[in-house]
Nanobody, 126 residues
Framework: QVQLVESGGRLVQAGGSLRLSCAAS????????MGWFRQAPGKEREFVATIAWSGSTTYYATSVKGRFTISRDNAKNTVYLQMNSLKPEDTAVYFC???????????????????WGQGTQVTVSS
């Protein structure tokens, strides 16, 4: 089992940048593919980005591709989401999630992930 804690969310102006972090504890972090999802009020949780256990492959939602970068540091048991050129529509609670797999195939849906953090609020003002 793994426990996840997100941090780094805050209020930022449109065009600004933020870096979210997700610290993991518990079983071997490097055995998990990691994902970032977000959920805006009244909307379903949606996929943002995912990274394979080794960091060798990454995938992004079309809406964030070219603006967001997911990365991980297995020595620090941490996954990051660098968010640049933020837009008001990026406003949401951002969640990190873990899926125990050594496959490098992407996992896009929430139900593929067994472990979730509590979320961190990102608000982008116009």
């Amino acid at each position: 089992q793994v426990q996840l804690v997100e941090s780094g969310g805050r209020l930022v102006q449109a065009g600004g940048s933020l870096r979210l972090s997700c610290a993991a504890s518990g079983r071997a972090f490097s055995s998990y593919a990691m994902g970032w999802f977000r959920q805006a009020p009244g909307k379903e949780r949606e996929f943002v980005a995912t990274i394979a256990w080794s960091g060798s492959t990454t995938y992004y939602a079309t809406s964030v591709k070219g603006r967001f970068t997911i990365s991980r540091d297995n020595a620090k048991n941490t996954v990051y989401l660098q968010m640049n050129s933020l837009k008001p529509e990026d406003t949401a609670v951002y969640f990190c999630a873990a899926r125990e797999t050594l496959s490098i195939a992407p996992s896009y849906t929430p139900r593929q992930y067994a472990y979730w953090g509590q979320g961190t609020q990102v608000t982008v003002s116009s």
